[in-house]
T-cell receptor
């Protein structure tokens, strides 16, 4: 199993440009989570999907942010237009089952975004 | 209000010694799950250990154990026989209810552990 795949791993862009982050969850997992990590605010949930449907997007900072999950194997997080304060590491996570039957979240490697 | 509190921004431990990383939580739900993740300098988030609120015994995974004190609402991570590779950020997280795999985790601010040779 390849785990959660995110691309790109690093993105440097200029203010005002559109940025698209991509995530491929672990096959068969029906929940996908987008988190953002900054020094000031730590790890914050942006949005999560169950069965490709957005359940809670209250963490999305503003209308410049949007996320889609067109199918079970792909999700995107888009920022348009980007601003320097969007600079952060963006993680995608999908649900995985533990040996005891409960579940936890398995994280992708993250995308480090720098907006100049 | 903070749901997860990690009061130690940074900790130092001598190699081969044990270390305890503190985590307290706030919830009124009788069912909840507590998680610990490790984030090394390379940036990935690595799941370490899980404790359910109804679990009778404290969770253990190799050198990691969870000191779960329900009445005190604490879920401290104990790392035994520290190794240099344990140097990382450690995050405590909670999910309510415990078995709802479709709900997100709430994370603490983390503790940076440095293991000294």
């Amino acid at each position: 199993d390849a785990g959660v795949i995110q691309s790109p791993r690093h993105e440097v862009t200029e203010m005002g440009q559109e940025v698209t982050l991509r995530c491929k969850p672990i096959s068969g997992h029906n929940s996908l989570f987008w988190y953002r990590q900054t020094m000031m605010r730590g790890l914050e949930l942006l949005i999560y999907f169950n069965n490709n449907v957005p359940i809670d997007d209250s963490g999305m900072p503003e209308d410049r942010f949007s996320a889609k999950m067109p199918n079970a194997s792909f999700s995107t997080l888009k920022i348009q237009p980007s601003e320097p304060r969007d600079s952060a590491v963006y993680f995608c996570a999908s649900r995985t089952r533990l040996a005891g039957g409960t579940t936890t979240q398995y994280f992708g490697p993250g995308t480090r975004l720098t907006v100049l | 209000a903070q749901k997860i509190t990690q009061t130690q921004p940074g900790m130092f431990v001598q190699e081969k010694e044990a270390v305890t990383l503190d985590c307290t939580y706030d919830t009124s739900d009788p069912s909840y799950g507590l998680f610990w993740y490790k984030q090394p300098s390379s940036g990935e988030m690595i799941f370490l250990i899980y404790q359910g609120s109804y679990d009778q015994q404290n969770a253990t995974e190799g050198r990691y154990s969870l000191n779960f004190q329900k009445a005190r609402k604490s879920a401290n991570l104990v790392i035994s026989a520290s190794q240099l590779g344990d140097s990382a950020m450690y995050f405590c997280a909670m999910r309510e209810p415990a078995n709802s795999g479709n709900t997100p985790l709430v994370f603490g601010k983390g503790t940076r552990l440095s293991v000294i040779a």
